[in-house]
C-alpha cells in the first residue's frame, strides 16, 4: 500500500507536466514525394499520429485518477490503451524522423556494426524488407541495437507495441507496415511500399541513434 501511495503522489506531482503533443514533422508533407505522397504524410501525422497522443493523454490522466484513489482495477485496466497509444506516439515520433528527403549514408561505425551484424547494408535491407512485409496484420519492423550482445537485430512488433518495452531493443528504424502508411498509394502491394522507403531513410538519424544506443 506504501508503494501504491507513493505511485499516487508521483502521479499527482507529474499532474503539473504538460500533456503529451503531436510533434512537428522535420519536413513539408510533400517532401518525401514520389516514394510517399503529400496525402499520406498528411494524414498519416494530422490524424492518426495525433490520434495516439489525444488517446494517450486521456489515459494517463484516467490513470492519475486511479491512483490518486488507489483503484487497482481501474490501473490495471489501462495497460492496453497505454501500450497501444503510447506504442504509437513513440513510434511514429521514431518514424518521422527515420525518413528524410536528403540523400544520407549510415556512419562508418555504423556501417561496420551492420556489416558485422548482417554482412553489409543490402543484406541488412533484405532482412528487414522480408521480415517487415511478412508482419501479419499491422505493425512495424525493426532495426534496433541489443544493449545484451552489443549486435544490431532486427524484429517485428504486433500493432503499436513499443520496440524496446517489448523486445529489449534500442529502436534505431522502424518501417510502419500499418496499412495507413501506405494503402493511399501503394494499395495492397506492402512490398513496393518497403522496398521504396529505403529511398527516404534518414540514415544519419538512425547512425545518431546508434551512438546513444552504445553509450
Ligand atoms: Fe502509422
Not at 505522397?37 to 486521456?58: F, P, W
Not at 524522423?97 to 553489409?120: M, R
Not at 535491407?125 to 499491422?138: E, N, T
Request: a neutral charge.
Amino acid at each position: 500500500m506504501f508503494a501504491l501511495r507513493r505511485l499516487a503522489t508521483n502521479a499527482i506531482i507529474s499532474n503539473t507536466r504538460a500533456a503529451h503533443a503531436l510533434p512537428e514533422l522535420p519536413y513539408a508533407y510533400e517532401a518525401l514525394e514520389p516514394i510517399v505522397s503529400r496525402d499520406i504524410m498528411s494524414l498519416h501525422h494530422t490524424k492518426h499520429h495525433q490520434t495516439y497522443v489525444t488517446n494517450l493523454n486521456a489515459a494517463e490522466e484516467k490513470l492519475k485518477t486511479a491512483l490518486s484513489k488507489g483503484d487497482i482495477s481501474t490501473v490495471v485496466s489501462l495497460e492496453p490503451a497505454l501500450r497501444f497509444n503510447g506504442g504509437g506516439h513513440l513510434n511514429h515520433s521514431i518514424f518521422w524522423k527515420n525518413l528524410s528527403p536528403e540523400s544520407t549514408q549510415p556512419s562508418e561505425p555504423l556501417k561496420k556494426a551492420i556489416e558485422s551484424s548482417f554482412g553489409g547494408i543490402q543484406q541488412l535491407k533484405d532482412q528487414l524488407s522480408a521480415s517487415s512485409i511478412g508482419v501479419q496484420g499491422s505493425g512495424w519492423g525493426w532495426l534496433g541495437y541489443c544493449p545484451k550482445s552489443g549486435c544490431l537485430k532486427i524484429a517485428t512488433c504486433a500493432n503499436q507495441d513499443p520496440l524496446q518495452a517489448t523486445t529489449g531493443l534500442i529502436p534505431l528504424l522502424g518501417i510502419d507496415v500499418w496499412e495507413h502508411a501506405y494503402y493511399l498509394q501503394y494499395k495492397n502491394v506492402r512490398a513496393d511500399y518497403v522496398k521504396a522507403i529505403f529511398e527516404v531513410v534518414n540514415w544519419k538519424d538512425v547512425s545518431e541513434r546508434f551512438e546513444k544506443a552504445k553509450c
